[in-house]
C-alpha cells in the first residue's frame, strides 16, 4: 500500500517508520527539515510538500497538533487526492473539528476516519499502540492493515468523531484518577502511611485503578512509573490539560455536567502554570504536597 502520513513528530515519526516495516511504501511530509530527515533515515520517502506526499496514496494519515491543524491540511488534502483516497487522522482533537474533518472528506467522495491513540511516544515506537476509531463500519473494516501496523488495540467506537468522544472521555478519567492517587498518598503520607502500605491496600481493593498499579505516582511501588525518573515523561503535563480542556469544551457544548472534569482541568492548568508543562502529568503529586504542606 502506498500511504502518506502527514506530521512526523514525537508520534507521527515512529508511526510512520513502523509502516514502512510492516511493508508500506511511506510518503513523509512535515513542516520541519530535520523531522523530515530523521524520517527518512527510517525508510519513509521524505516529500518536499503535502502534494508530493500524497500523490499516488491509497491512504492518507495525519498526525498534528490540534483541530486548526487538522482542519487546514484536510482542505488542501481533499482539494488534492482523488475521491477514494482513504483519510485517516490519528491526532487528538476537538469533536467539531474532528465532525468538520469528516463532513470535508465526504463532500469529495473520501471514506475517512478518527483514530486517535493512546499509549504515548513508547507505544509509538514499540508499534503497540491502542487506536479508538470512528467512522463507518466498513471503512473500519478495510483500514486494519494499516492500524495493525502501528498498534496492537484498534477498537471501533462508533461513527464519525466517536473516536475523539472515546479518547478525551478515557483522558478526562485519567486525569481525574491521578489527582484522586496523588491526594491519597499525600494524605496517607501526612497520617505516617507508608507508600508501600497503601499500595499494597489500595492496588487490591476498591481504590485500584492505572493510575495506581501501572503509573504510580511516588517512587518505589512501580519500578517502571515516571515517579522514579524524576517525572520525565511519559505524558506531558501540557498534554494533559490539552486532553481535559479538549472534555470541557465537548461537556459544555454537548450538556454534559463534569464538576470533577472541570477541577482537574484548572488544577493541571495551575500544575502547567508553575512551569510543569514538561514534566510527567503524574508530578501533580508534587504541587498537592506542596500546597499541603504551606497549610500546616
Ligand atoms: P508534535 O508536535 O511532536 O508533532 C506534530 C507535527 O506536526 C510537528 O512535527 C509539526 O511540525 C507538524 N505539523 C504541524 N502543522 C503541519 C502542516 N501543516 N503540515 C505538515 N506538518 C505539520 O506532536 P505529537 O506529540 O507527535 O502529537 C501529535 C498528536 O498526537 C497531538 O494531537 C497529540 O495530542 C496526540 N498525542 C500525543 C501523545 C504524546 O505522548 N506525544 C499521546 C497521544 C496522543
Known amino acids: 500500500m502506498t500511504i502518506g502520513f502527514i506530521g512526523l513528530g514525537h508520534m507521527g515519526g515512529p508511526m510512520a517508520a513502523n509502516l514502512v516495516k510492516a511493508g508500506h511504501a511511506v510518503r513523509g511530509f512535515d513542516l520541519s527539515q530535520p523531522l523530515l530527515d530523521e524520517a527518512r533515515d527510517k525508510g519513509v520517502i521524505a516529500c518536499a510538500s503535502l502534494t508530493d506526499a500524497v500523490a499516488g496514496a491509497d491512504t492518507v494519515i495525519t498526525m498534528l497538533p490540534a483541530g486548526k491543524h487538522v482542519l487546514s491540511v484536510w482542505q488542501e ?114 497520617l505516617g502511611l507508608s507508600h508501600q502500605a497503601l499500595f499494597d491496600v489500595a492496588s487490591v481493593s476498591s481504590g485500584q485503578c492505572w493510575s495506581l498499579t501501572t503509573y504510580c505516582p511516588v517512587p518505589g511501588p512501580v519500578p517502571a512509573s515516571p515517579a522514579n525518573h524524576d517525572y520525565k515523561p511519559g505524558f506531558a503535563g501540557a498534554l494533559m490539560l490539552k486532553d481535559l480542556k ?51
Do not use: W
Open 246 to 296: 479538549l472534555s470541557q469544551e465537548a461537556a459544555q457544548s454537548a450538556g454534559a455536567v463534569t464538576p470533577l472534569g472541570a477541577k482537574a482541568a484548572e488544577l493541571y492548568a495551575l500544575f502547567n502554570e508553575l512551569g510543569n508543562d514538561g514534566k510527567d502529568f503524574s508530578g501533580i503529586i508534587d504541587m498537592l504536597r506542596q500546597q499541603s504542606a504551606s497549610t500546616v
Open 77 to 190: 488534502l481533499v482539494a488534492t487526492v482523488p475521491p477514494g483516497t482513504l483519510l485517516i487522522d490519528c491526532s487528538t482533537i476537538d469533536i467539531d473539528s474532528a465532525r468538520k474533518a469528516h463532513g470535508l472528506a465526504a463532500a469529495h467522495h473520501c471514506p475517512s476516519l478518527d483514530g486517535p491513540v493512546s499509549g504515548g511516544t513508547g507505544g509509538a515506537a514499540a508499534g503497540t499502540l491502542t487506536f479508538m476509531v470512528g467512522g463507518e463500519e466498513d471503512v473500519f473494516a478495510k483500514s486494519q492493515p494499516v492500524f495493525a501496523a502501528m498498534g496492537k488495540k484498534i477498537i471501533h467506537c462508533g461513527g464519525p468523531a466517536a473516536g475523539q468522544a472515546a479518547k478525551i472521555c478515557n483522558n478526562m478519567i485519567l486525569g481525574i484518577s491521578m489527582i484522586a492517587v496523588g491526594e491519597a498518598f499525600v494524605l496517607g503520607e501526612k
